[in-house]
């Protein structure tokens, strides 16, 4: 199946920092990527919808403004949590689609604030 | 909102098949069924999906009954490294236009004993 690559893995950062996280196809073109959320011991919740060359979409209750959400090109969308706080600790996951087709999913990233 | 409904967990014979169900009793004429895997602190794992035939591949075989109202999804020889939490989600496929995200409700927690 195709590739999806998240970097970081994990990542820890102090309260009040900004963490940029990266979401690559390693091996097709995607034009929509999708960023999840998933608190431990629950299900993945969908955050935005990030469409290359234009802005995200995000889903009801998701601060646009606190979850950046870059789609520079075919290949890359990054996920940056601005000013992060304990709170924000989660496992963020992106997926990708080639084309109509089932989708891909990252490995995931462990973000820890402290 | 997710619109299935699976049990919160199953336990399963290393060796033996692992059948899990899925209620959709909602699903429309267009939307398909979806089942993925997600392997602790991974990203979720595409396994399969049909539309009203049952379907096999390498990892699984599904089941989708007449009305389509239900489903299950067959894991032939079940090993430990399929100790997973399985989804399944029904959605139009993209390449009918349907949208490309995934929702994803709380899954079954797969449990393989030795």
């Not at chain 1, 990527?33 to 935005?48: I, T, V």
């Not at chain 1, 000013?83 to 990708?96: K, L, N, W």
């Not at chain 2, 989600?89 to 490309?100: H, M």
Request: charged letters at 20%; hydrophobic letters at 30%; glycine letters at 6%.
């Amino acid at each position: 199946g195709a590739v999806v690559s998240q970097h970081p893995s994990r990542v820890i950062c102090k309260s009040g920092t900004s963490v940029k996280i990266e979401c690559r196809s390693l091996d097709f073109q995607a034009t929509t990527m999708f960023w999840y959320r998933q608190f431990p011991k629950q299900s993945l919740m969908l955050m935005a919808t990030s469409n290359e060359g234009s802005k995200a979409t995000y889903e009801q209750g998701v601060e646009k403004d606190k979850f950046l959400i870059n789609h520079a090109s075919l290949t890359l969308s990054t996920l940056t949590v601005t000013s992060a706080h304990p709170e924000d600790s989660s496992f963020y996951i992106c997926s990708a689609s080639k084309g109509h087709t089932e989708a891909f999913f990252g490995q995931g990233t462990r973000l820890t604030v402290v | 909102d997710a619109k299935t409904t699976q049990p919160p967990s199953m336990d399963c014979a290393e060796g033996r098949a692992a059948n899990l169900p899925c209620n959709h009793s909602t699903i429309s004429g267009n939307e398909y069924v979806y089942w993925y895997r997600q392997i602790h602190s991974q990203g979720p794992q595409y396994i399969i999906h049909g539309l009203k035939n049952n379907e096999t591949n390498e990892m699984a075989s599904l089941i989708i009954t007449e009305d389509r109202k239900s489903s299950t999804l067959i894991l032939p020889h079940a090993t430990l490294r399929d100790t997973a939490v399985y989804y399944c989600i029904v959605r139009v496929a993209p390449s009918q236009g349907g949208s490309e995200k995934l929702v994803f409700g709380k899954g079954t927690k797969l449990t393989v004993n030795p």
